[in-house]
């Protein structure tokens, strides 16, 4: 969501500041939080549980420096790193407040959910997941298996720092310091926003303590928490992890409640994804599947829709809405072109078929090996990348932080 784009070099342009957006409002960006949309959507989206809201002294441990993991958070339940408090110098560790942090609910809750999802989760905030730290686990996958797993994916990723304090720095109706004064004000006071639909987003956010999955049993995960200076509140989406192949992803633009292009969301070649027919086919599914069940239900004009379909291509399921917004990576599109399009147009002849939506997949093997690696200016260097190989998240932060007792960087 909202942060620097991944890829703007696969762009005919990479001026992110590209005339031709429609105003983006925090109704809009709101719009895209997780718990807004997957409670209207979940009967099309792949299972999830929603923690809120998280409480100010886990922020603060996501915005504190160093690596360092809870007490408690690992996979037994016990901390990783006391195991090590010896051989790490018992008086330092005394001393060093760091290491004593504990969120014993926190992690209750998160193992509940892991039993619920078979033992393996996808963890995201508001909006972004923690894709940039994606190298701390072997395989680049964000398959977090304990409470450990989730905090330090969460606490490494610069995505997540975004979700945490730069969520609305692009709307054109946020203004920092007055939202810090409102924040302050008593709670009970009413929204001093006049926008309608924000308004009715924030009432949305209250009501839905927690979003979840279609179990009945669910219990609501809220948790008291601080007034934060925040406009909203904080929350730990856990999705049950399933494997999805990358070449089933497709990234759908919709402008003005028009679905006016989609793109191939991995960038790699696909053999099976060149056939005309075969285009014209996802073509049609897709644009269906917008019509049917998103474009008369989904609150903003414009945004992103994330989908993913089904190996035996019989299913769609949505898997995030994303800001129609420069910091949203267009993929195989520029911004500059989908800002230009104008779908509404009547077109020359009616008897022409509409060319919308739009198609883009990576044509050529030679296209792919063209395109960046996701997230490179995010990598790590490489002795720190040696040293995850192999190993948990756990592990390897129980490494890391041996290495930097040795004072390795
Ligand atoms: P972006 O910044 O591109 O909008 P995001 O941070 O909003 O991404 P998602 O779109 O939710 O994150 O997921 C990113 C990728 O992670 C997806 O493209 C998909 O490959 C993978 N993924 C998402 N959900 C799951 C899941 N439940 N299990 C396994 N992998 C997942
Ligand atoms: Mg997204």
């Known amino acids: 969501m909202s942060r620097p784009s991944s890829s703007e070099e696969l762009q005919d342009s990479t001026d992110s500041s590209a005339a031709g957006f429609p105003p983006l409002t925090r109704a809009a960006v709101l719009a895209c939080q997780f718990s807004s949309w997957y409670p209207t959507f979940r009967k099309h989206s792949p299972k999830a549980t929603v923690i809120k809201p998280l409480e100010d002294r886990f922020i603060d441990y996501l ?46 809750d998160i193992r509940r959910i892991l039993t619920k999802y078979d033992g393996a989760v996808f963890p995201k905030l508001n909006w972004s997941s923690p894709q940039d730290a994606a190298w701390m686990i072997p395989g680049q996958a964000l398959k977090c298996q304990c409470p450990a797993d989730v905090y330090l994916l969460l606490k490494s990723s610069d995505f997540i720092s975004h979700d945490l304090d730069h969520a609305f720095d692009e709307c054109v109706d946020y203004e ?20 309608a639909q924000l308004a009715a987003q924030l009432a949305l956010q209250e009501q839905e303590t927690s979003a979840t999955d279609s179990s009945d049993d669910e219990e609501a995960l809220e948790r008291p928490t601080r007034r934060r200076k925040s406009p909203y509140k904080f929350e730990l989406v856990l999705k049950k992890w399933f494997d999805m192949p990358k070449s089933q992803e497709w990234r759908c633009f919709v402008k003005d409640r028009k679905l006016v292009a989609i793109s191939q969301r991995d960038t790699n070649y696909y053999d099976f994804l060149q056939p005309e027919d075969v285009q014209a086919d996802l073509r049609a599914k897709i644009s269906a599947f917008f019509k049917d069940e998103i474009r008369d239900v989904f609150p903003s004009q414009s945004y992103v829709i994330d989908l993913y379909l089904t190996r035996g291509n019989d299913r769609l399921f949505i898997i995030d809405f994303n800001p129609y917004a420069p910091q949203t990576d267009a993929l195989l599109f520029a911004w500059e072109s989908l800002n230009a399009l104008s779908p509404s147009a009547p077109s020359s002849s009616s008897s022409t078929p509409s060319p919308y939506p739009l198609l883009r997949v990576i044509d050529s093997p030679t296209m792919s090996s063209q395109t960046m690696p996701s997230f490179s200016h995010n990598r790590y260097p490489k002795d720190v990348v040696e040293l995850s190989d192999g190993t948990s998240i756990a592990d390897f932060a129980k490494e890391w932080a041996k290495k930097l007792e040795e004072g390795v960087k």
């Open 176 to 195: 920092p310091e007055k939202e810090e004064e409102s924040v302050q004000e008593e709670a009970s006071a009413p929204p001093q926003d006049d926008l």
């Open 63 to 108: 915005e504190s420096d160093g690596l360092f993991l809870p007490e408690g958070s690992g996979p037994m339940g016990v901390s990783e790193l006391s195991d090590d408090e010896d051989s790490r110098n018992g008086s330092e560790s005394e001393d060093d407040q760091s290491w004593q942090v504990t969120f014993p609910e926190l992690d209750a």
